[in-house]
Nanobody
Framework: QVQLVESGGGLVQPGGSLRLSCAAS????????MSWYRQAPGKAREWVAT????????RYADSVKGRFTMSRDNVKDTVYLQMNSLKPEDTAVYIC????????WGQGTQVTVSS
């Protein structure tokens, strides 16, 4: 079955960086675009970024454009989210998503930006 396992979250000071990973299994990873979403306490889930299968343009939410970089490794079946210049408003659970199987979500990894 489809599995998405996120890692790399933690506590970081404003201005700091984190790199999230999402390891996928149970489907042909290279055939699907992949996305990151985030959900802050008391707020709706928010789309962050999408990386296409290959050769396309990665898209970003305006709130993270220029600070976050999403990439994929089709050998390791993993997507990454490099987050730089983090702000307190980036605090959220970051969740990996694939449209495979009518849409599948990981469990998420907590990112807290605080001094």
């Amino acid at each position: 079955q489809v599995q998405l396992v996120e890692s790399g979250g933690g506590l970081v000071q404003p201005g700091g960086s984190l790199r999230l990973s999402c390891a996928a299994s149970g489907f042909t990873f290279s055939s699907y675009a992949m996305s990151w979403y985030r959900q802050a306490p008391g707020k709706a889930r928010e789309w962050v970024a999408t990386v296409p299968t290959s050769g396309g343009i990665t898209r970003y939410a305006d709130s993270v454009k220029g600070r976050f970089t999403m990439s994929r490794d089709n050998v390791k079946d993993t997507v990454y989210l490099q987050m730089n210049s983090l702000k307190p408003e980036d605090t959220a659970v970051y969740i990996c998503y694939t449209p495979r199987n009518f849409g599948s979500w990981g469990q998420g990894t907590q990112v807290t930006v605080s001094s």
